[in-house]
């Protein structure tokens, strides 16, 4: 997530002398099309990397959410600041209905 800000921001700031070859412009290729073509050198990983989705939404909401929520006292008229038993606990889903509704859709 560190380096996604700086490669968008080295985008930006692009000289035209790369985005032109022979006075012909060049087509620049969006950031995310550079994510998914693959890469022979190797990258080193910082250690303040994000190994799962989960740790990476803790991080994200830790650094950018709750400081904006405390500021404007967020827990004080909606729901308290979540915690991080609020994104490690599993997911609780309530199903209302008959049971022979359910086994029509299930199989």
């Given amino acids: 997530m560190e380096g996604l800000d700086a490669l968008l921001a080295k985008k930006k700031h692009t000289p035209k002398s790369e985005l032109e070859q022979n006075g012909i412009p060049q087509l620049q290729s969006s950031p995310s099309a550079n994510w998914f073509s693959s890469s022979k050198s190797a990258k080193k990983v910082s250690l303040s990397s994000v190994t799962s989705i989960i740790d990476g939404l803790k991080k994200l909401y830790v650094?950018?959410?709750?400081?904006?929520e405390?500021?404007?006292r967020f827990n004080d008229f909606v729901s308290p600041l979540l915690t991080n038993s609020d994104f490690d606990a599993k997911p609780m889903v309530m199903v209302f209905g008959s049971i022979l509704n359910w086994e029509n859709n299930i199989h």
Wanted: charged share 20%.
């Fill in 63 to 68: 650094q950018k959410l709750k400081p904006l």
């Fill in 70 to 72: 405390a500021t404007y």
